[in-house]
């Protein structure tokens, strides 16, 4: 079993950053790829991001580069660094892994979700 708890949402104006955090807990590998879908009041979740056990990521088109994901395998966290923010990046995001390994981008390729953290940007 799994358990994944992200942190770091909070509310900020439009063009601050924010660093999402998700720490993963229970079974031990490094073969999984991990990834953060965000999802905003009235809409489908959306694909934000993924990255594989390699350390090879994918992005969604509205990324644009003002997003970067990361792992850090020994502490067993994956972070999400938004900068320039906009009122419509305003959702709840969630962070995902998948057994997989490589890289995801379909909500239906994740084993495990975590409970989300939510981010509001004002403008």
């Known amino acids: 079993q799994v358990q994944l708890v992200e942190s770091g949402g909070g509310l900020v104006q439009a063009g601050d950053s924010l660093r999402l955090s998700c720490a993963k807990s229970?079974?031990?590998?490094?073969?999984?790829?991990m990834g953060w879908f965000r999802q905003a009041p009235g809409k489908e979740r959306e694909f934000v991001a993924t990255i594989s056990g390699g350390g090879s990521t994918y992005y969604g088109e509205f990324v644009k580069d003002r997003f970067t994901i990361s792992r850090d395998n020994a502490k067993n966290t994956v972070y999400l660094q938004m900068n320039s923010l906009k009122p419509e990046d305003t959702a709840v995001y969630y962070c995902a892994l998948s057994w997989r390994g490589s890289l995801a981008q379909r909500a239906d390729m994740y084993n495990y979700w975590g409970q989300g953290t939510q981010v509001t940007v004002s403008s």
């Open positions: 229970g079974r031990s590998s490094d073969n999984y790829a």
